[in-house]
């Protein structure tokens, strides 16, 4: 396991900085197509504090899975647009989550979630709408061939719709009250939020034009990473406060949820993210040097949990 240096913290601020400040121009404050309050609860919901974590594994995808002959101008502008996009589809799908028909929840990020800071519902349900297409659109730029736009298109729209992010949060609603097998548990969450994380990789992969065995080994990672994203969250739920977490904590065992830590509790959660980590760092194998920063947010993101 390779650990997280001085120098991955630097490079993961960065690309931080670097996407907030495409988001920022994917959404001016002036702009003529739509109600500016609509406009300012949709950067409220974007722009908001946030790990970036999906847009920096597209970005790390990318890195990993260049070909021969290193970056192009037209490759990295259409890294940024499909880091962007994962952050609008996550933004969208935070917005909706907060809302009281769903997990009715007054913090996100470190601040009062959409519906509670405009005092409107009907207004954070019109931004996460707003938020979905304006994603697609984002990747329907990418200055990269046409087959290749498709393809991410396509990955995305799995990622994020019923058989994904939408299906997993069905089944999450249905479950509130009841004692889920582990396989259940496992198959919800690799829907609600490993589909998401998954397809961030995916899509660096495609863009950055990846080999059939750098994409099987971006697929590998993918799979145990967003398994591992879903164990940190429920540990930390029970283990941080709100103000570490920047949103309620204890909200899953309050609202009687199934978790990792109600089924496996504490010891058994942590033993299956250190199998989780294993898992992801051996199937970069393949993909060598390149992947540095890919192992190194496999271990930023395990490393949340302690």
């Given at each position: 396991?390779?650990?997280?240096?001085?120098?991955?913290?630097?490079?993961?601020?960065?690309?931080?900085?670097?996407?907030?400040?495409?988001?920022?121009?994917?959404?001016?404050?002036?702009?003529?197509?739509?109600?500016?309050?609509?406009?300012?609860?949709?950067?409220?919901?974007?722009?908001?504090?946030?790990?970036?974590?999906?847009?920096?594994?597209?970005?790390?995808a990318?890195?990993?899975?260049?070909?021969?002959?290193?970056?192009?101008?037209?490759?990295?502008?259409?890294?940024?647009?499909?880091?962007?996009?994962?952050?609008?589809?996550?933004?969208?799908?935070?917005?909706?989550?907060?809302?009281?028909?769903?997990?009715?929840?007054?913090?996100?990020?470190?601040?009062?979630?959409?519906?509670?800071?405009f005092?409107?519902?009907?207004?954070?349900?019109?931004?996460?709408?707003?938020?979905?297409?304006?994603?697609?659109?984002?990747?329907?730029?990418?200055?990269?061939?046409?087959?290749?736009?498709?393809?991410?298109?396509?990955?995305?729209?799995?990622?994020?719709?019923?058989?994904?992010?939408?299906?997993?949060?069905?089944?999450d609603?249905?479950?509130?009250?009841?004692?889920l097998?582990?396989?259940?548990?496992?198959?919800?969450?690799?829907?609600?939020?490993?589909?998401?994380l998954?397809a961030?990789?995916?899509?660096?992969?495609?863009?950055?034009?990846?080999?059939?065995?750098?994409?099987?080994?971006?697929?590998?990672?993918?799979?145990?990473?967003?398994?591992?994203?879903?164990?940190?969250?429920?540990?930390?739920?029970?283990?941080?406060?709100?103000?570490?977490?920047?949103?309620?904590?204890?909200?899953d065992?309050?609202h009687?949820?199934?978790?990792?830590?109600?089924?496996?509790?504490?010891?058994?959660?942590?033993?299956?993210?250190?199998?989780?980590?294993?898992?992801?760092?051996?199937?970069?194998?393949?993909?060598?040097?390149?992947?540095?920063?890919?192992?190194?947010?496999?271990?930023?993101?395990?490393?949340?949990?302690?």
């Amino acid at each position: 396991m390779t650990g997280v240096s001085a120098e991955f913290n630097i490079w993961l601020q960065e690309a931080v900085t670097h996407i907030e400040a495409v988001l920022d121009e994917l959404l001016p404050l002036q702009d003529d197509s739509g109600p500016g309050r609509l406009r300012e609860a949709m950067r409220y919901a974007v722009l908001g504090p946030g790990k970036r974590i999906r847009a920096a594994l597209v970005l790390a995808a990318g890195e990993a899975s260049r070909v021969a002959g290193g970056a192009t101008t037209a490759q990295d502008l259409a890294l940024d647009c499909a880091a962007a996009a994962v952050e609008l589809i996550h933004a969208y799908s935070l917005v909706h989550d907060d809302l009281p028909c769903m997990d009715d929840d007054d913090l996100r990020r470190g601040r009062p979630t959409v519906h509670r800071q405009f005092d409107d519902e009907a207004l954070a349900m019109l931004a996460g709408d707003a938020l979905q297409p304006l994603a697609f659109g984002c990747l329907a730029q990418m200055p990269i061939a046409p087959a290749l736009v498709v393809q991410a298109v396509q990955l995305l729209a799995q990622a994020a719709g019923g058989e994904g992010m939408v299906g997993g949060q069905a089944i999450d609603c249905a479950s509130v009250g009841q004692v889920l097998p582990v396989e259940s548990l496992q198959r919800m969450h690799r829907m609600k939020t490993g589909a998401l994380l998954e397809a961030s990789v995916l899509l660096g992969g495609v863009v950055a034009g990846a080999s059939s065995t750098a994409r099987t080994g971006l697929e590998d990672y993918a799979s145990a990473m967003g398994l591992a994203f879903q164990v940190v969250d429920d540990i930390l739920d029970v283990t941080a406060d709100s103000a570490t977490l920047g949103k309620t904590a204890g909200k899953d065992a309050a609202h009687g949820k199934p978790t990792y830590v109600s089924l496996m509790g504490l010891d058994g959660s942590r033993r299956l993210l250190t199998s989780l980590q294993e898992q992801a760092h051996a199937a970069l194998l393949p993909l060598g040097p390149s992947s540095a920063r890919l192992h190194e947010l496999a271990d930023f993101i395990i490393g949340r949990s302690h």
